[in-house]
């Protein structure tokens, strides 16, 4: 009986030995998932990236910005952390751009953190900047047909032939009268913006929308995009070489899940 109870203790610490060994072996499947995550999060910083240096040239584009937990220019190896926990988020950078001097009066631009109001096919859209032209009926529009809107609606001049002239608090002056103020908006969280086309953004409901106080309304000027080329080529570059890690580490996976069929069969 001795012989037999101690053989069994054999099996049962020979059992208790191998169990937790066998749950630490790495499962592909999951690698393969954290990698995906991992690859779908440097194609969205890809396409941010793009998007921005083709907006390069945009007066007032705002940049665009792909974030994740622990945001920094780290390594793949920071890619699959960040792809454990969730998908990257693109933000929108609101900060202000530089002002160009232009010569052409239909030229505007803000300086501060406010939007001009516009409305375009019967919905309320917000603008950074605008070309302003005069529509037939004497109707101050921007350049993609949107009317630029005034305290108290659209801002009309007595003609269409008639000049304007606009001071920095928004006041629209026609042949030397006043004929309306534009409406200039801020928000408790411009993040809620979405873009519109055209360089307009909507606003959802419920959108928390504050007085402008503090911005300029600035004739003759128009802001640059705050994108900062070099960075971006430099992030460029960055994706590129994560992205090759990316390849590596599914080529690393493919071959040990091949191993680990072969080692079950």
Do not use: W
């Not at 999060?41 to 390069?56: C, D, F, H, K």
């Not at 108290?152 to 269409?160: D, F, H, K, Q, T």
């Amino acid at each position: 009986m001795f012989g037999r109870g101690r053989h069994a203790g054999c099996q049962t610490g020979a059992v208790m030995a191998i169990a937790p060994a066998a749950s630490n072996v790495p499962d592909p499947r999951g690698a393969t998932r954290a990698i995906a995550y991992a690859i779908r999060g440097l194609e969205r910083r890809y396409e941010v990236t793009a998007s921005n240096l083709a907006n390069l040239e945009t007066a007032g584009h705002k940049r665009l910005v792909a974030r994740s937990p622990g945001d920094s220019a780290g390594s793949f190896r920071t890619e699959l952390d960040r792809a454990k926990s969730s998908a990257s988020a693109v933000v929108r950078d609101f900060t202000q751009g530089d002002l160009v001097p232009d010569d052409d009066p239909s030229e505007l631009a803000l300086q501060g953190d406010g939007f001009l109001a516009v409305e375009k096919d019967g919905e309320l859209r917000y603008s950074r900047g605008a070309r302003v032209l005069v529509d037939p009926e004497g109707t101050l529009v921007e350049a993609h047909g949107g009317q630029l809107l005034g305290q108290a609606g659209p801002i009309r001049l007595a003609s269409p032939l008639s000049t304007f002239q606009v001071e920095r608090d928004g006041t629209v002056r026609s042949d030397g009268a006043e004929v309306g103020r534009l409406r200039v908006v801020a928000f408790v969280d411009p993040q809620v913006l979405e873009a519109a086309g055209g360089g307009l953004f909507r606003a959802p409901d419920g959108a928390e929308v504050v007085s402008a106080q503090e911005t300029q309304v600035i004739q003759g000027a128009r802001e640059r995009s705050n994108t900062d080329a070099v960075r971006e080529l430099v992030e460029l570059i960055v994706i590129q070489r994560q992205y090759e890690a990316a390849q590596r580490a599914l080529s690393v996976e493919s071959e040990l899940r091949k191993r680990l069929n072969e080692s079950s069969s």
